[in-house]
């Protein structure tokens, strides 16, 4: 078999060279390391300022004998609040990134859901669902959020994967954007309190030919992406364009290629694949 032949799952080659063009934001795995304990200290930090109980609190908890450095009812909230944004994101471990000269050839894999209707970015809106009221974003929304990158492998169950680069959007950013309902119909805080939220999200290609379920970790987690470029070059339409979601902490299967709708839920969503007999999670 030469490089050339193609497995039959695998219905082209991407021939996306990468570019010396400047990368919108280069996310070192420690600028994600600094950003995720930045996610867990905003969380306790502010649920310890609001234990200070008002004003009396305030004057009181200042008067108390310091315990490293800090008066000890706060420090106590501190370490509370720490406990339960550590274990909210204790599934948020940083899926391995490559520098851009270790980027290989891209495959392409999975048709489901790509019917050519939507592959026209004019055409396409996100629609957003199962918050306060829905939204439809064009591709403009998604390019007035900061742009990231990360170069990162797609995995694919089958057993075979590649490095890519691919520069989008966070979900996260989206997802602050447009917030969830929380289970227990409090104000959604997505980046202070992503433990109050509805659990799931949902993600589906605009004729839901496919179709996956996230877990709000995973999709706050900050390599996760939606993806509108790839090794430097827009999407092609069988890479999904114009949105696609890049998850590396998940196998190629929850990959989703060509997103219509982004739906929040507290039931756990249906997913094509683990319908199918695979785990529901791909995690990797
Ligand atoms: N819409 C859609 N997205 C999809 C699939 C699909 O069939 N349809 N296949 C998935 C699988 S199994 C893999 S491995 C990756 C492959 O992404 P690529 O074709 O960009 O390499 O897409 C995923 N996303
Ligand atoms: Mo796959």
């Not at 310890?48 to 800090?70: I, T």
Request: net charge neutral.
């Amino acid at each position: 078999m030469t490089d050339d032949e193609q497995t039959p799952e695998t219905t082209g080659t991407s021939e996306q060279a990468p570019a010396e063009a400047a990368p919108p934001e280069i996310e070192s795995d420690d600028a994600i390391d600094r950003e995720l304990r930045r996610m867990t200290r905003r969380g306790f930090l502010v649920a310890g300022v609001a234990a200070g109980v008002g004003y009396g609190g305030w004057a009181w908890l200042r008067s108390r004998e310091p315990l490293g450095g800090m008066a000890w009812p706060f420090r106590r909230a501190l370490e509370l609040n720490e406990s339960l944004a550590l274990a909210y994101f204790s599934g948020s471990r940083m899926s391995r990134t490559f520098r851009r000269d270790q980027i290989t050839r891209a495959r392409i894999n999975g048709g489901l859901g790509l019917s050519p209707d939507y592959y026209d970015a004019s055409r396409w809106a996100l629609r957003i669902d199962g918050g306060p009221s829905p939204a439809l974003l064009t591709m403009a929304d998604i390019h007035a959020l900061p742009a990231r990158q990360v170069i990162t492998e797609l995995r694919c169950i089958e057993g075979w994967s590649y490095v890519v680069q691919w520069v989008g959007v966070r979900l996260a950013d989206v997802i602050a954007k447009y917030p969830p309902p929380t289970r227990d119909g409090s104000r959604p805080d997505v980046v202070n309190h992503p433990e109050k939220l509805v659990r799931y999200v949902s993600i589906e290609t605009p004729d839901r030919g496919y179709y996956v379920g996230l877990d709000m970790q995973s999709a706050l987690h900050p390599q996760t992406l939606l993806a509108y470029a790839m090794n430097d070059a827009p999407l092609t339409w069988q890479h999904g364009a114009p949105l696609r979601l890049a998850i590396p902490v998940k196998y190629g299967i929850k990959n989703i290629k060509r997103i219509g709708t982004i739906r929040y839920t507290d039931v756990k969503p249906a997913d094509y694949w683990a319908e199918r007999g695979y785990d529901w999670y791909a995690g990797h």
